[in-house]
């Protein structure tokens, strides 16, 4: 391991230890008698992975139907987030925390000076065991925090509570019911959403229609994933070519590949390879079924295709 990793690790442990006990949802919670009063709001989720910025748009969502006519605004890491958001019409300012706050020690205090500054009516994290967001949240003046925990941890959750893209919606509506608001709780969480245009879908369409002089639907494959949920080159040549002898006949196959622009099958198939993350997930909407291991672009996918496969089998 690098002594840069090795100090990132030692560093989120010392922090996780000293904000594991800071602040808890229902003690800080107070009677909200007027939601129009809240103008404004902070989500926080200082973490830079596409996955991980994706999976909060449910809550997003959440948080703009609960209050129409706020502002939101977000605290993450690296430059995506802005991208993802393109069309939630309710985003204002994306904070951005350093990704390396040893090297970039003046930006990493400008955050926190500024989330201090800025008066912000609520302020919610998503992840509790965050302790980045759960310090952003303690530092923020605003009147309501939440700090991502469940108001009443042993009561019986729904059945699909551990996803962690509706957990944190779950909790957020478990703390306006402490705040006195009546919300509807059987609604199903909403679904991660890129909220793609028509505009883009299309330039998706036309894409693929480049790609293939052919009117056959198209599976989509991603090989890389990262760490170890990244399956072996031979693990994807066999199983593209399985795939080939299977479903070749009856659909076209497309790679589409990563930002480090490699291929755990050396480039054997027709390929997509794109570093906007919008065209990329237009390129998969128009695709039929997506195969891939966990990673950021099989969140993408979740919106779009109905059949998402960790592991994909078939008959030989």
């Keep these: 391991m690098k002594i840069s990793k090795k100090i990132n690790v030692a560093r989120r442990t010392v922090m996780r230890f000293f904000t594991r006990n800071i602040g808890t ?11 129009a009063q809240i103008k404004r709001i902070l989500i926080c989720r200082p973490n830079g992975r596409l996955g991980n910025l994706l999976l909060i748009t449910p809550l997003i969502k ?27 019409p309710q985003i204002g300012e994306v904070i951005v925390l350093p990704k ?5 020690l003046f930006a990493y205090l400008k955050v926190w000076m500024t989330i201090k500054k800025i008066k912000y009516d609520m302020v919610l994290n998503v992840d509790k065991d965050s302790s980045s967001g759960r310090s952003a949240v303690e530092i923020s003046s605003a009147a309501y925090k ?27 509506r478990d703390y306006l019911k402490v705040l006195g608001l009546k919300i509807n709780t059987s609604n199903p969480v909403a679904a991660i959403d890129l909220k793609l245009s028509s505009e883009e879908i299309e330039k998706g369409r036309e894409i693929l229609n480049k790609k293939f002089d052919n009117q056959k639907k198209t599976i989509a494959i991603f ?26 006949r009856d659909y076209n196959i497309i790679e589409i590949l990563p930002i480090e622009n490699v291929s755990q099958i050396r480039f054997k198939a027709t390929s997509f390879y794109s570093k906007d993350i919008r065209e990329i ?4 909407a128009n695709t ?22 960790d592991f994909f089998w078939f008959p030989i």
């Design 223 to 248: 090989t890389f994933a990262t760490g170890d949920k990244c399956y072996s080159e031979l693990w994807w040549t066999d199983f593209y070519g399985l795939l080939q002898r299977r479903y070749e």
């Design 146 to 172: 939440f700090y991502g925990d469940a108001i009443e941890e042993d009561l019986i959750k729904n059945d699909d509570y551990d996803h962690i893209a509706k957990y944190p919606v779950y909790n957020f």
């Design 100 to 104: 390396k706050p040893f090297r970039y």
């Design 281 to 284: 997930g237009a390129v998969i």
């Design 62 to 88: 959440e948080v703009s139907s609960v209050f129409p006519n706020a502002q939101i605004d977000l605290f993450v890491k690296g430059g995506l987030m802005p991208v993802i958001l393109e069309n939630y």
């Design 288 to 309: 039929e079924i997506f195969v891939g291991a966990d990673s950021g672009i099989m969140h993408l996918a979740t919106q779009f295709i109905y059949l998402l496969l």
């Design 25 to 35: 949802s229902k003690t800080s919670a107070k009677v909200l008698e007027n939601p």
